[in-house]
């Protein structure tokens, strides 16, 4: 009876040595073959400041066999690309090598001799001869002091739906910073160094009475930089 019982333990032992070694054999022989193929996404899929054959230029191993293509190393080439925040490379079972790219998100265009976008941590990134976002733009030379608040700046301006629609441009000439909106014809005055987050909310109820009023064009310059107060002429 015992030996009975034994016999499917030793049946099922069997099948798993079975398994491992074939499975062994498997990946051996696969390892062993080619890359036939580069397979590249891009997100998102409705801006491409990159081509999937320029990134596949950057991993080109087709023809190296399996074992030598070392896809780690292939994802920090891939990031050190300008248009590139994120890799993941791998290959699947039919022997392609897959590369999933995530592109950089652009917060702001700086507009001037040397043009570029800003993300959203303040890097500087390339344009590119494929696609334009649309986002707001900076005219003016940028010290190394203004740029933290101009971010913060920016950043409060994405995040507050309004503001992302209405605000078009930013100015900097040395320590005068203004604003452009869509429909206002005034130069709009801020500080950096102050609350923006207080002269933006300036910002948005002048805006809505100028504009529901139908008075647009009445005002040249408006002035948020002083506290409980906006200036208008």
């Not at 087709?62 to 050190?80: A, F, G, P, Y």
């Not at 976008?117 to 986002?135: A, C, I, M």
Request: one cysteine or more; aromatic letters at 8%; hydrophobic letters at 35%.
């Amino acid at each position: 009876m015992k030996i009975k019982t034994s016999i499917p333990y030793i049946l099922i032992i069997s099948m798993l040595i079975i398994t491992i070694v074939l499975g062994k054999i498997f990946d051996d022989i696969s390892e062993n073959e080619k890359i036939t193929k580069t397979q590249v996404y891009i997100y998102p899929q409705a801006k491409t400041f990159i081509m999937p054959d320029e990134v596949g230029k950057l991993i080109n191993v087709n023809n190296n066999k399996q074992k030598n293509v070392d896809v780690k190393h292939l994802e920090i080439t891939l990031e050190q690309n300008g248009y590139i925040s994120n890799a993941e490379v791998y290959k699947d079972l039919n022997g392609r090598l897959v590369a999933e790219v995530q592109q950089y998100k652009p917060m702001a265009r700086i507009v001037g001799k040397t043009s570029y976008y800003l993300d959203e941590e303040g890097n500087k990134k390339p344009l590119s001869k494929y696609y334009t976002e649309k986002v707001i733009l900076v005219f003016g030379n940028i010290n190394s002091n203004q740029k933290k608040n101009l971010v913060r700046l920016i950043k409060q301006i994405h995040k507050d739906k309004m503001l992302d629609e209405i605000v078009s441009e930013i100015h900097i000439n040395n320590q005068n910073i203004w604003l452009k909106t869509d429909r206002l014809t005034a130069d709009i005055k801020i500080d950096l160094n102050e609350d923006t987050a207080d002269q933006l909310y300036k910002l948005k109820v002048i805006y809505s009475y100028l504009v529901k009023q139908n008075k647009t064009k009445k005002y040249r310059h408006i002035d948020l930089r002083y506290t409980n107060q906006a200036v208008c002429k």
